[in-house]
Protein backbone atom coordinates (compact mmCIF):
# COMPACT_ATOMS: atom_id res chain seq x y z
CA UNK A 1 0.00 0.00 0.00
CA UNK A 2 1.16 3.34 -0.83
CA UNK A 3 0.06 6.65 1.00
CA UNK A 4 1.17 9.81 -0.13
CA UNK A 5 0.24 12.91 2.71
CA UNK A 6 -0.40 16.06 1.23
CA UNK A 7 0.83 18.53 4.42
CA UNK A 8 2.07 22.29 4.23
CA UNK A 9 3.43 23.40 8.03
CA UNK A 10 0.56 26.27 7.73
CA UNK A 11 -2.27 27.19 6.92
CA UNK A 12 -3.78 28.73 3.67
CA UNK A 13 -0.58 27.45 0.87
CA UNK A 14 -3.75 26.06 -1.35
CA UNK A 15 -2.66 22.55 -0.05
CA UNK A 16 -6.41 21.65 0.57
CA UNK A 17 -6.82 22.58 -3.25
CA UNK A 18 -3.80 20.50 -4.48
CA UNK A 19 -5.29 17.53 -2.54
CA UNK A 20 -8.25 17.86 -3.73
CA UNK A 21 -7.14 17.79 -7.76
CA UNK A 22 -4.88 14.94 -6.99
CA UNK A 23 -7.47 13.22 -5.49
CA UNK A 24 -9.61 13.41 -8.95
CA UNK A 25 -6.65 12.68 -10.71
CA UNK A 26 -5.90 9.46 -9.32
CA UNK A 27 -7.85 6.21 -11.21
CA UNK A 28 -8.91 4.57 -7.67
CA UNK A 29 -8.02 6.10 -4.47
CA UNK A 30 -9.11 6.32 -0.85
CA UNK A 31 -8.92 10.04 0.20
CA UNK A 32 -8.18 10.33 4.03
CA UNK A 33 -9.13 14.02 4.95
CA UNK A 34 -6.96 14.23 8.36
CA UNK A 35 -6.98 18.03 8.41
CA UNK A 36 -9.46 17.33 11.21
CA UNK A 37 -9.87 20.60 12.57
CA UNK A 38 -10.82 22.33 9.60
CA UNK A 39 -12.04 19.78 6.76
CA UNK A 40 -12.88 21.28 3.88
CA UNK A 41 -12.11 18.35 0.88
CA UNK A 42 -15.99 17.57 1.09
CA UNK A 43 -16.59 20.64 -0.35
CA UNK A 44 -14.49 19.58 -3.59
CA UNK A 45 -15.15 15.87 -3.34
CA UNK A 46 -18.56 15.94 -2.21
CA UNK A 47 -18.43 12.04 -0.82
CA UNK A 48 -21.69 10.32 -0.61
CA UNK A 49 -21.59 9.01 3.17
CA UNK A 50 -22.63 5.64 4.11
CA UNK A 51 -21.60 5.29 7.40
CA UNK A 52 -21.08 7.78 10.35
CA UNK A 53 -20.01 7.33 13.63
CA UNK A 54 -19.04 9.05 16.96
CA UNK A 55 -15.73 10.08 17.58
CA UNK A 56 -15.44 10.49 21.68
CA UNK A 57 -12.45 12.74 21.85
CA UNK A 58 -12.53 12.49 25.80
CA UNK A 59 -14.31 13.32 29.47
CA UNK A 60 -15.47 16.44 31.31
CA UNK A 61 -16.15 16.38 34.75
CA UNK A 62 -19.41 17.17 36.15
CA UNK A 63 -20.62 17.84 39.73
CA UNK A 64 -23.71 17.06 41.00
CA UNK A 65 -24.88 20.00 43.04
CA UNK A 66 -27.18 18.13 45.19
CA UNK A 67 -24.46 15.57 46.42
CA UNK A 68 -21.72 18.56 46.66
CA UNK A 69 -20.63 19.35 50.76
CA UNK A 70 -19.04 22.30 48.96
CA UNK A 71 -15.47 21.19 50.71
CA UNK A 72 -13.73 22.60 47.76
CA UNK A 73 -10.92 20.44 47.52
CA UNK A 74 -11.80 19.54 44.09
CA UNK A 75 -11.25 22.95 43.27
CA UNK A 76 -7.70 22.67 45.83
CA UNK A 77 -6.33 20.09 43.46
CA UNK A 78 -7.14 20.81 40.12
CA UNK A 79 -4.13 21.83 38.33
CA UNK A 80 -6.04 23.24 35.31
CA UNK A 81 -8.40 25.86 37.53
CA UNK A 82 -11.12 24.39 35.96
CA UNK A 83 -13.42 24.62 38.86
CA UNK A 84 -15.08 27.62 40.07
CA UNK A 85 -17.01 28.88 43.12
CA UNK A 86 -19.79 31.05 42.66
CA UNK A 87 -22.42 32.11 44.74
CA UNK A 88 -21.39 28.38 46.82
CA UNK A 89 -22.31 26.21 43.89
CA UNK A 90 -19.12 24.67 42.92
CA UNK A 91 -18.78 23.91 39.05
CA UNK A 92 -16.96 22.69 36.24
CA UNK A 93 -15.71 24.90 33.44
CA UNK A 94 -15.98 22.87 30.57
CA UNK A 95 -13.20 24.50 28.11
CA UNK A 96 -10.90 24.19 30.90
CA UNK A 97 -11.47 20.67 31.73
CA UNK A 98 -8.36 18.23 30.96
CA UNK A 99 -10.05 15.06 32.15
CA UNK A 100 -7.79 13.87 34.38
CA UNK A 101 -10.12 12.42 36.91
CA UNK A 102 -8.06 13.70 40.21
CA UNK A 103 -11.55 15.82 40.84
CA UNK A 104 -13.62 12.59 40.72
CA UNK A 105 -10.92 10.96 43.47
CA UNK A 106 -10.58 13.62 45.75
CA UNK A 107 -14.17 14.44 46.37
CA UNK A 108 -15.01 12.56 49.51
CA UNK A 109 -18.71 13.25 48.61
CA UNK A 110 -18.56 11.36 45.25
CA UNK A 111 -20.51 14.08 43.69
CA UNK A 112 -18.34 14.39 40.32
CA UNK A 113 -18.56 12.32 37.55
CA UNK A 114 -17.09 12.10 34.07
CA UNK A 115 -19.26 12.39 30.43
CA UNK A 116 -18.14 11.37 27.60
CA UNK A 117 -17.34 14.12 24.73
CA UNK A 118 -19.05 12.34 21.88
CA UNK A 119 -20.05 15.28 19.84
CA UNK A 120 -17.32 15.03 16.86
CA UNK A 121 -18.57 12.07 14.17
CA UNK A 122 -16.29 10.85 11.38
CA UNK A 123 -17.85 8.82 8.21
CA UNK A 124 -17.29 6.75 5.41
CA UNK A 125 -18.41 7.77 1.98
CA UNK A 126 -17.88 7.06 -1.34
CA UNK A 127 -16.40 8.95 -4.06
CA UNK A 128 -16.98 8.37 -7.91
CA UNK A 129 -13.06 7.64 -8.57
CA UNK A 130 -13.30 5.59 -4.95
CA UNK A 131 -13.87 6.04 -1.56
CA UNK A 132 -13.49 9.01 1.12
CA UNK A 133 -12.63 8.98 4.89
CA UNK A 134 -13.19 12.10 6.79
CA UNK A 135 -14.49 13.89 10.38
CA UNK A 136 -15.58 16.45 12.00
CA UNK A 137 -14.21 17.93 15.24
CA UNK A 138 -16.70 19.47 17.10
CA UNK A 139 -15.54 23.49 18.54
CA UNK A 140 -13.57 22.84 22.13
CA UNK A 141 -12.68 19.06 21.68
CA UNK A 142 -8.81 17.78 21.27
CA UNK A 143 -6.96 14.53 20.83
CA UNK A 144 -6.96 15.59 17.25
CA UNK A 145 -3.93 13.20 16.66
CA UNK A 146 -6.04 10.55 17.79
CA UNK A 147 -8.78 11.05 15.32
CA UNK A 148 -5.88 11.58 12.75
CA UNK A 149 -4.88 7.41 13.59
CA UNK A 150 -8.77 6.74 13.37
CA UNK A 151 -9.11 8.46 9.58
CA UNK A 152 -6.31 6.41 8.28
CA UNK A 153 -6.81 2.71 10.01
CA UNK A 154 -10.65 2.96 8.36
CA UNK A 155 -8.64 4.40 5.13
CA UNK A 156 -6.53 1.58 5.44
CA UNK A 157 -9.78 -0.93 5.68
CA UNK A 158 -11.50 0.97 2.94
CA UNK A 159 -8.49 0.59 0.50
CA UNK A 160 -8.66 -3.49 1.07
CA UNK A 161 -11.93 -3.31 0.45
CA UNK A 162 -12.08 -1.16 -3.15
CA UNK A 163 -9.00 -3.44 -3.74
CA UNK A 164 -6.68 -0.41 -4.21
CA UNK A 165 -3.30 0.35 -3.05
CA UNK A 166 -3.64 3.85 -2.97
CA UNK A 167 -4.38 6.35 0.00
CA UNK A 168 -4.57 10.23 -0.37
CA UNK A 169 -3.82 11.58 3.02
CA UNK A 170 -4.78 15.69 3.32
CA UNK A 171 -2.91 16.53 6.56
CA UNK A 172 -3.50 19.39 9.18
CA UNK A 173 -1.45 22.60 9.36
CA UNK A 174 0.83 23.13 12.05
CA UNK A 175 3.72 20.77 13.65
CA UNK A 176 1.95 19.26 16.17
CA UNK A 177 0.41 16.48 16.94
CA UNK A 178 -2.04 15.77 14.16
CA UNK A 179 0.64 16.88 12.14
CA UNK A 180 3.02 14.10 13.36
CA UNK A 181 -0.17 12.07 13.37
CA UNK A 182 -0.67 11.75 9.64
CA UNK A 183 3.36 11.31 8.91
CA UNK A 184 3.96 8.21 10.88
CA UNK A 185 4.21 5.60 8.87
CA UNK A 186 3.95 6.70 4.99
CA UNK A 187 5.51 6.71 2.09
CA UNK A 188 6.04 9.76 0.39
CA UNK A 189 4.96 13.41 1.54
CA UNK A 190 4.17 16.74 -0.52
CA UNK A 191 4.82 19.69 0.99
CA UNK A 192 3.18 22.92 -0.30
CA UNK A 193 5.16 26.03 0.47
CA UNK A 194 4.83 29.91 -0.86
CA UNK A 195 7.82 31.85 -1.48
CA UNK A 196 6.91 33.89 1.69
CA UNK A 197 9.52 34.73 4.73
CA UNK A 198 7.11 32.91 7.37
CA UNK A 199 6.65 30.09 4.50
CA UNK A 200 9.96 29.17 4.07
CA UNK A 201 10.63 29.21 7.93
CA UNK A 202 7.47 26.76 7.85
CA UNK A 203 8.66 24.68 5.75
CA UNK A 204 11.94 24.21 7.52
CA UNK A 205 10.45 23.20 10.49
CA UNK A 206 8.17 20.75 9.07
CA UNK A 207 11.06 18.79 6.70
CA UNK A 208 12.98 18.28 9.92
CA UNK A 209 9.46 16.98 11.25
CA UNK A 210 9.23 14.42 7.91
CA UNK A 211 12.94 13.58 8.19
CA UNK A 212 12.18 12.06 11.42
CA UNK A 213 9.95 9.85 10.35
CA UNK A 214 12.27 8.93 7.12
CA UNK A 215 9.49 9.81 4.49
CA UNK A 216 10.03 10.37 0.88
CA UNK A 217 9.81 14.44 0.61
CA UNK A 218 8.74 16.39 -2.36
CA UNK A 219 8.13 19.87 -2.15
CA UNK A 220 5.79 22.16 -4.56
CA UNK A 221 6.30 25.83 -4.39
CA UNK A 222 2.69 27.49 -4.75
CA UNK A 223 2.23 31.22 -6.06
CA UNK A 224 5.67 31.02 -6.43
CA UNK A 225 5.42 34.47 -8.91
CA UNK A 226 4.48 36.09 -5.92
CA UNK A 227 8.33 36.85 -4.99
CA UNK A 228 10.77 35.27 -7.63
CA UNK A 229 13.51 36.12 -5.18
CA UNK A 230 12.07 34.32 -2.42
CA UNK A 231 11.14 31.54 -4.61
CA UNK A 232 15.02 31.34 -6.24
CA UNK A 233 15.49 30.90 -2.18
CA UNK A 234 12.97 28.32 -1.62
CA UNK A 235 15.03 26.48 -4.84
CA UNK A 236 18.43 26.68 -3.27
CA UNK A 237 17.38 25.36 0.17
CA UNK A 238 15.73 22.19 -1.85
CA UNK A 239 18.53 21.80 -3.54
CA UNK A 240 20.61 22.10 -0.85
CA UNK A 241 18.81 19.35 1.20
CA UNK A 242 18.45 16.99 -1.76
CA UNK A 243 14.83 17.70 -1.55
CA UNK A 244 13.40 17.39 -5.52
CA UNK A 245 10.78 20.26 -6.15
CA UNK A 246 7.64 18.42 -8.08
CA UNK A 247 6.44 21.62 -9.67
CA UNK A 248 5.56 25.29 -9.22
CA UNK A 249 2.02 26.68 -9.38
CA UNK A 250 1.47 30.53 -10.32
CA UNK A 251 -1.06 31.94 -8.57
CA UNK A 252 -4.19 31.68 -10.51
CA UNK A 253 -7.65 32.81 -10.51
CA UNK A 254 -9.14 30.01 -11.55
CA UNK A 255 -8.47 27.60 -8.86
CA UNK A 256 -10.79 30.18 -6.74
CA UNK A 257 -13.15 29.42 -9.45
CA UNK A 258 -12.85 26.09 -10.10
CA UNK A 259 -13.59 25.80 -5.47
CA UNK A 260 -16.68 28.46 -5.65
CA UNK A 261 -17.72 26.13 -8.30
CA UNK A 262 -17.82 23.12 -6.47
CA UNK A 263 -14.87 21.42 -8.26
CA UNK A 264 -11.23 20.83 -8.14
CA UNK A 265 -8.84 23.02 -10.93
CA UNK A 266 -8.26 19.61 -13.07
CA UNK A 267 -12.05 18.73 -13.45
CA UNK A 268 -12.96 22.72 -13.71
CA UNK A 269 -10.28 23.65 -16.51
CA UNK A 270 -8.53 20.62 -17.39
CA UNK A 271 -7.20 22.40 -20.20
CA UNK A 272 -5.37 25.31 -17.97
CA UNK A 273 -1.69 25.62 -17.92
CA UNK A 274 -2.26 25.18 -14.14
CA UNK A 275 -3.79 22.14 -14.34
CA UNK A 276 -1.08 20.64 -16.69
CA UNK A 277 1.22 21.30 -14.04
CA UNK A 278 -0.42 19.75 -11.46
CA UNK A 279 -1.24 16.44 -13.90
CA UNK A 280 2.71 16.52 -13.92
CA UNK A 281 2.95 16.82 -10.26
CA UNK A 282 0.73 13.51 -9.90
CA UNK A 283 2.83 11.61 -12.78
CA UNK A 284 6.06 12.20 -10.95
CA UNK A 285 4.79 11.80 -7.35
CA UNK A 286 3.15 8.29 -8.69
CA UNK A 287 6.02 7.53 -10.98
CA UNK A 288 8.92 8.19 -8.31
CA UNK A 289 9.87 5.27 -6.72
CA UNK B 1 -9.62 45.63 26.81
CA UNK B 2 -8.82 42.51 25.43
CA UNK B 3 -9.36 42.03 21.18
CA UNK B 4 -8.52 38.14 19.56
CA UNK B 5 -7.98 38.36 16.23
CA UNK B 6 -8.92 34.44 14.61
CA UNK B 7 -9.58 32.64 12.19
CA UNK B 8 -10.83 28.95 11.20
CA UNK B 9 -8.03 28.21 9.43
CA UNK B 10 -4.52 29.59 9.31
CA UNK B 11 -3.31 31.49 6.28
CA UNK B 12 -6.72 33.78 5.66
CA UNK B 13 -5.41 36.66 6.97
CA UNK B 14 -5.20 36.66 11.21
CA UNK B 15 -1.23 37.49 11.08
CA UNK B 16 -2.27 40.49 8.34
CA UNK B 17 -5.19 41.59 10.41
CA UNK B 18 -3.59 41.27 13.93
CA UNK B 19 0.16 43.27 13.23
CA UNK B 20 -1.75 45.90 10.97
CA UNK B 21 -4.34 46.85 13.39
CA UNK B 22 -1.72 46.75 16.41
CA UNK B 23 0.12 49.17 14.48
CA UNK B 24 -1.81 51.70 13.65
CA UNK B 25 -4.02 51.34 17.26
CA UNK B 26 0.30 52.14 18.37
CA UNK B 27 0.47 54.92 16.00
CA UNK B 28 -2.83 57.11 17.28
CA UNK B 29 -0.58 56.92 20.88
CA UNK B 30 -2.54 54.49 22.63
CA UNK B 31 -0.43 51.93 24.77
CA UNK B 32 -1.57 48.92 23.14
CA UNK B 33 0.38 45.23 23.43
CA UNK B 34 0.20 42.37 21.40
CA UNK B 35 0.36 38.71 22.15
CA UNK B 36 1.09 36.17 19.20
CA UNK B 37 -0.55 32.94 20.76
CA UNK B 38 -0.16 31.12 17.79
CA UNK B 39 2.36 29.15 19.71
CA UNK B 40 2.62 26.44 16.68
CA UNK B 41 3.30 28.74 14.29
CA UNK B 42 4.12 32.00 15.66
CA UNK B 43 5.34 34.65 13.23
CA UNK B 44 4.07 38.16 14.37
CA UNK B 45 7.21 38.94 14.98
CA UNK B 46 8.34 38.64 10.93
CA UNK B 47 6.27 41.98 10.75
CA UNK B 48 6.51 43.98 14.58
CA UNK B 49 10.39 44.31 14.75
CA UNK B 50 10.77 45.37 18.20
CA UNK B 51 13.88 45.64 20.63
CA UNK B 52 14.21 42.60 22.35
CA UNK B 53 13.63 43.01 26.04
CA UNK B 54 13.60 39.47 27.46
CA UNK B 55 12.59 35.88 27.66
CA UNK B 56 10.94 33.89 30.04
CA UNK B 57 10.85 30.20 30.06
CA UNK B 58 7.10 28.42 30.65
CA UNK B 59 7.12 25.11 32.36
CA UNK B 60 5.21 22.00 33.41
CA UNK B 61 5.56 19.93 36.42
CA UNK B 62 6.72 15.82 35.82
CA UNK B 63 6.71 13.36 38.52
CA UNK B 64 10.44 12.18 39.62
CA UNK B 65 10.03 8.90 41.34
CA UNK B 66 12.64 7.97 43.97
CA UNK B 67 13.28 4.23 42.93
CA UNK B 68 14.47 3.53 46.70
CA UNK B 69 10.97 4.30 48.23
CA UNK B 70 8.65 3.03 45.77
CA UNK B 71 6.83 -0.04 46.06
CA UNK B 72 5.92 -0.83 42.72
CA UNK B 73 2.34 -0.91 43.98
CA UNK B 74 0.80 0.51 40.54
CA UNK B 75 -1.02 3.20 42.08
CA UNK B 76 -0.28 6.10 40.29
CA UNK B 77 -0.78 4.11 36.54
CA UNK B 78 -3.74 3.43 37.42
CA UNK B 79 -4.44 6.83 38.40
CA UNK B 80 -3.06 8.64 34.98
CA UNK B 81 -5.15 9.21 32.66
CA UNK B 82 -2.72 9.72 29.83
CA UNK B 83 -0.78 6.87 29.92
CA UNK B 84 2.14 8.66 30.85
CA UNK B 85 3.53 6.22 33.89
CA UNK B 86 4.41 2.34 32.91
CA UNK B 87 5.50 0.14 35.26
CA UNK B 88 6.62 -3.60 34.88
CA UNK B 89 6.66 -4.79 38.37
CA UNK B 90 8.24 -8.21 38.05
CA UNK B 91 11.13 -6.53 36.88
CA UNK B 92 11.23 -3.41 39.38
CA UNK B 93 10.71 -1.28 36.85
CA UNK B 94 9.06 2.19 36.75
CA UNK B 95 9.03 4.94 33.83
CA UNK B 96 7.61 8.12 33.59
CA UNK B 97 6.83 9.35 29.69
CA UNK B 98 7.65 13.02 29.90
CA UNK B 99 6.03 13.76 26.65
CA UNK B 100 2.36 12.20 27.69
CA UNK B 101 2.56 13.90 30.87
CA UNK B 102 -0.19 16.52 31.14
CA UNK B 103 0.71 17.98 35.10
CA UNK B 104 -2.13 16.95 36.43
CA UNK B 105 -0.87 15.76 40.00
CA UNK B 106 -3.33 12.63 40.04
CA UNK B 107 0.19 10.27 40.41
CA UNK B 108 1.54 12.03 43.33
CA UNK B 109 -1.90 12.16 45.18
CA UNK B 110 -2.02 8.21 44.29
CA UNK B 111 1.00 7.53 46.15
CA UNK B 112 1.19 6.90 49.68
CA UNK B 113 4.92 6.33 49.77
CA UNK B 114 6.30 9.49 49.29
CA UNK B 115 7.87 7.86 46.33
CA UNK B 116 7.00 11.35 44.16
CA UNK B 117 8.31 14.84 43.41
CA UNK B 118 8.17 17.50 41.02
CA UNK B 119 10.99 18.58 38.57
CA UNK B 120 10.13 21.35 36.07
CA UNK B 121 10.42 21.04 32.46
CA UNK B 122 10.53 23.68 29.94
CA UNK B 123 7.55 23.79 27.45
CA UNK B 124 8.15 26.73 25.85
CA UNK B 125 8.96 30.72 25.95
CA UNK B 126 7.72 33.88 26.18
CA UNK B 127 9.52 35.98 24.61
CA UNK B 128 8.71 40.08 25.05
CA UNK B 129 10.30 43.07 22.19
CA UNK B 130 9.61 46.51 22.92
CA UNK B 131 7.96 48.44 19.67
CA UNK B 132 7.97 52.34 19.88
CA UNK B 133 8.80 52.62 23.43
CA UNK B 134 4.38 52.13 24.94
CA UNK B 135 4.10 48.70 23.39
CA UNK B 136 5.12 45.27 23.49
CA UNK B 137 5.16 42.50 21.55
CA UNK B 138 4.79 39.28 23.25
CA UNK B 139 5.70 36.08 21.45
CA UNK B 140 4.94 32.69 22.86
CA UNK B 141 6.34 29.65 21.22
CA UNK B 142 6.11 26.41 21.85
CA UNK B 143 8.79 23.57 21.90
CA UNK B 144 8.12 20.78 19.14
CA UNK B 145 6.55 17.64 20.96
CA UNK B 146 5.07 19.46 23.66
CA UNK B 147 1.00 17.61 23.76
CA UNK B 148 -0.73 21.04 24.35
CA UNK B 149 -0.01 24.88 23.59
CA UNK B 150 -3.07 25.68 26.19
CA UNK B 151 -0.98 25.96 29.86
CA UNK B 152 1.68 28.64 27.53
CA UNK B 153 -1.09 30.31 26.00
CA UNK B 154 -2.64 30.60 29.66
CA UNK B 155 0.35 31.87 31.13
CA UNK B 156 1.07 34.54 28.24
CA UNK B 157 -2.76 36.11 28.60
CA UNK B 158 -2.45 36.15 31.93
CA UNK B 159 0.60 39.14 31.57
CA UNK B 160 -1.92 41.28 29.67
CA UNK B 161 -2.25 44.85 31.26
CA UNK B 162 -6.17 45.30 31.98
CA UNK B 163 -6.15 48.97 31.96
CA UNK B 164 -5.40 49.24 27.82
CA UNK B 165 -5.92 47.67 24.98
CA UNK B 166 -4.26 43.79 24.17
CA UNK B 167 -4.57 42.19 20.75
CA UNK B 168 -4.29 39.00 21.00
CA UNK B 169 -3.48 36.73 17.58
CA UNK B 170 -5.45 33.27 18.23
CA UNK B 171 -4.25 29.84 16.86
CA UNK B 172 -6.53 28.98 14.14
CA UNK B 173 -9.28 26.30 14.35
CA UNK B 174 -11.39 25.45 16.91
CA UNK B 175 -9.97 23.08 19.12
CA UNK B 176 -8.32 23.52 22.70
CA UNK B 177 -6.08 26.21 21.63
CA UNK B 178 -8.32 28.61 20.31
CA UNK B 179 -10.86 28.61 23.10
CA UNK B 180 -8.45 29.21 25.34
CA UNK B 181 -7.22 32.29 23.82
CA UNK B 182 -10.98 33.43 22.61
CA UNK B 183 -12.32 33.00 25.95
CA UNK B 184 -9.80 35.28 27.63
CA UNK B 185 -10.85 38.08 25.18
CA UNK B 186 -13.90 40.67 25.38
CA UNK B 187 -14.15 40.27 21.23
CA UNK B 188 -12.95 38.79 18.50
CA UNK B 189 -12.45 39.52 15.10
CA UNK B 190 -13.15 36.86 13.07
CA UNK B 191 -11.44 36.81 9.64
CA UNK B 192 -12.38 34.49 6.38
CA UNK B 193 -12.38 34.88 2.89
CA UNK B 194 -15.10 34.73 0.40
CA UNK B 195 -14.60 31.43 -0.97
CA UNK B 196 -16.27 28.19 0.00
CA UNK B 197 -13.70 27.06 2.39
CA UNK B 198 -13.82 30.17 3.87
CA UNK B 199 -17.23 29.92 4.87
CA UNK B 200 -16.74 26.76 6.34
CA UNK B 201 -14.60 27.34 8.55
CA UNK B 202 -16.69 30.66 9.63
CA UNK B 203 -19.25 28.77 9.98
CA UNK B 204 -17.17 26.68 12.67
CA UNK B 205 -16.10 29.84 14.17
CA UNK B 206 -18.75 31.49 14.68
CA UNK B 207 -20.53 28.05 15.94
CA UNK B 208 -17.96 28.26 18.55
CA UNK B 209 -18.14 31.94 19.09
CA UNK B 210 -21.62 31.84 20.37
CA UNK B 211 -21.77 28.84 22.30
CA UNK B 212 -19.24 30.81 24.32
CA UNK B 213 -21.41 33.79 24.27
CA UNK B 214 -18.47 35.91 23.15
CA UNK B 215 -19.36 39.44 20.93
CA UNK B 216 -17.44 38.61 17.44
CA UNK B 217 -17.22 40.99 14.10
CA UNK B 218 -15.99 39.63 10.89
CA UNK B 219 -13.08 40.86 8.63
CA UNK B 220 -13.74 39.80 5.12
CA UNK B 221 -10.19 39.26 3.33
CA UNK B 222 -9.18 38.87 -0.21
CA UNK B 223 -12.58 40.89 -1.33
CA UNK B 224 -13.30 40.50 -4.55
CA UNK B 225 -12.30 36.53 -4.90
CA UNK B 226 -14.83 33.57 -4.75
CA UNK B 227 -18.27 34.90 -4.72
CA UNK B 228 -21.13 36.65 -2.09
CA UNK B 229 -22.21 33.68 -0.05
CA UNK B 230 -20.06 34.53 2.76
CA UNK B 231 -21.73 38.12 2.32
CA UNK B 232 -25.21 36.70 2.21
CA UNK B 233 -24.61 34.60 5.27
CA UNK B 234 -23.45 37.29 7.62
CA UNK B 235 -26.99 39.14 6.75
CA UNK B 236 -29.05 36.19 6.78
CA UNK B 237 -27.59 35.15 10.45
CA UNK B 238 -27.03 38.98 11.38
CA UNK B 239 -23.92 39.16 12.19
CA UNK B 240 -21.87 42.44 11.69
CA UNK B 241 -19.03 42.93 8.50
CA UNK B 242 -16.56 44.99 10.04
CA UNK B 243 -14.20 45.62 6.82
CA UNK B 244 -13.55 44.31 3.77
CA UNK B 245 -10.17 43.95 2.68
CA UNK B 246 -9.39 43.53 -0.90
CA UNK B 247 -7.75 41.08 -2.82
CA UNK B 248 -4.48 43.02 -3.85
CA UNK B 249 -1.23 41.40 -5.08
CA UNK B 250 0.58 44.42 -3.44
CA UNK B 251 -0.95 42.97 0.38
CA UNK B 252 0.25 39.93 -1.09
CA UNK B 253 4.14 40.52 -1.90
CA UNK B 254 4.47 43.44 0.74
CA UNK B 255 3.46 40.00 3.75
CA UNK B 256 5.83 37.55 1.90
CA UNK B 257 8.61 40.22 2.54
CA UNK B 258 7.59 40.75 6.39
CA UNK B 259 6.15 44.28 5.66
CA UNK B 260 3.60 45.93 7.23
CA UNK B 261 0.76 47.18 4.78
CA UNK B 262 -0.04 50.15 6.72
CA UNK B 263 3.32 51.29 6.77
CA UNK B 264 3.78 51.53 3.26
CA UNK B 265 0.45 51.92 1.28
CA UNK B 266 -1.45 54.97 2.96
CA UNK B 267 -4.96 53.61 1.85
CA UNK B 268 -4.70 50.70 4.16
CA UNK B 269 -3.58 52.66 6.80
CA UNK B 270 -6.43 54.87 6.47
CA UNK B 271 -8.53 51.93 6.01
CA UNK B 272 -7.28 49.85 9.38
CA UNK B 273 -7.72 53.73 11.32
CA UNK B 274 -11.54 53.19 10.32
CA UNK B 275 -11.46 49.41 11.46
CA UNK B 276 -10.31 49.82 15.07
CA UNK B 277 -13.11 52.96 15.57
CA UNK B 278 -15.33 50.46 14.44
CA UNK B 279 -14.51 47.64 16.53
CA UNK B 280 -14.73 49.92 19.17
CA UNK B 281 -17.92 51.47 18.64
CA UNK B 282 -19.15 47.19 18.32
CA UNK B 283 -17.36 46.68 21.32
CA UNK B 284 -19.69 49.27 23.12
CA UNK B 285 -23.16 48.28 20.88
CA UNK B 286 -22.90 44.74 22.49
CA UNK B 287 -21.89 46.43 25.59
CA UNK B 288 -25.10 48.39 25.57
CA UNK B 289 -27.01 45.97 24.79
CA UNK B 290 -26.40 43.45 27.34
CA UNK B 291 -26.81 45.49 29.84
S1 LIG C 1 -11.09 16.22 35.60
FE1 LIG C 1 -9.12 17.14 36.13
S2 LIG C 1 -9.10 18.99 34.88
FE2 LIG C 1 -11.20 18.33 34.94
S3 LIG C 1 -12.07 19.45 36.64
FE3 LIG C 1 -11.40 17.47 37.43
S4 LIG C 1 -9.37 17.85 38.21
FE4 LIG C 1 -9.86 19.57 36.90
S1 LIG D 1 -14.72 17.97 46.27
FE1 LIG D 1 -16.80 17.26 45.97
S2 LIG D 1 -17.89 17.93 47.79
FE2 LIG D 1 -15.98 19.08 47.74
S3 LIG D 1 -16.51 20.96 46.64
FE3 LIG D 1 -15.76 19.53 45.10
S4 LIG D 1 -17.61 18.51 44.36
FE4 LIG D 1 -18.18 19.51 46.25
S1 LIG E 1 1.12 14.33 36.51
FE1 LIG E 1 -0.75 13.41 35.70
S2 LIG E 1 -0.25 13.04 33.58
FE2 LIG E 1 1.68 13.39 34.59
S3 LIG E 1 2.37 11.36 35.09
FE3 LIG E 1 1.27 12.14 36.87
S4 LIG E 1 -0.79 11.38 36.60
FE4 LIG E 1 0.21 11.16 34.64
S1 LIG F 1 2.18 5.01 43.55
FE1 LIG F 1 4.17 5.49 44.45
S2 LIG F 1 4.82 3.58 45.34
FE2 LIG F 1 3.18 3.07 43.95
S3 LIG F 1 4.21 2.60 42.04
FE3 LIG F 1 3.70 4.74 41.96
S4 LIG F 1 5.49 5.79 42.72
FE4 LIG F 1 5.70 3.65 43.29
Redesign the pocket.
Known amino acids: MTEIAILSGKGGTGKSSLSAALATLASKVVVADCDVDAANLHLVLHPDNYREETYVSGQKAVIDAAKCSHCGACMDYCRFDAIRQTNHTFQVIETACDG?QLCTRVCPEEAISMVNQDKSRWFAADIPNGKMIHARLAPGEDNSGRLVNLVRDQAREAALELNTDLILIDGPPGIGCPAISSLTGIDKVVLVSEPSKSGIHDLKRIVKLAQHFRVKIYVVINKYDLSSSLSKALEDWCQLMRIPIIGKLPFDRLVVDAMVNGESITNWAPDSAISHEIRKIWNKLIQHE | MKIAVASGKGGTGKTLLATNLFNVIQQSGYAVDLIDCDAEEPNDQQFIKGKLQGQQLVTQNI?VIDKDRCTFCGK?QE??Q?N??IIVRSHQHIR?FEDL???????GYACQSGAISWQAKTTGTLTTYEYNQHSLLVEGRIAVGVYSSVPLISQAIKGAKPEQITILDAPPGTSCPFIATVNEADFVVLVTEPTPFGLNDLRLSVQALQHLNIPFGVVINRGGLGNQDVHRFLTENKLPLLDEIPFDRRIAQLYSEGELITNNISAYNKQFQELFIRIKKQIEHDRDSHT
Open positions: C | PCFCYAIVCHDCGAC
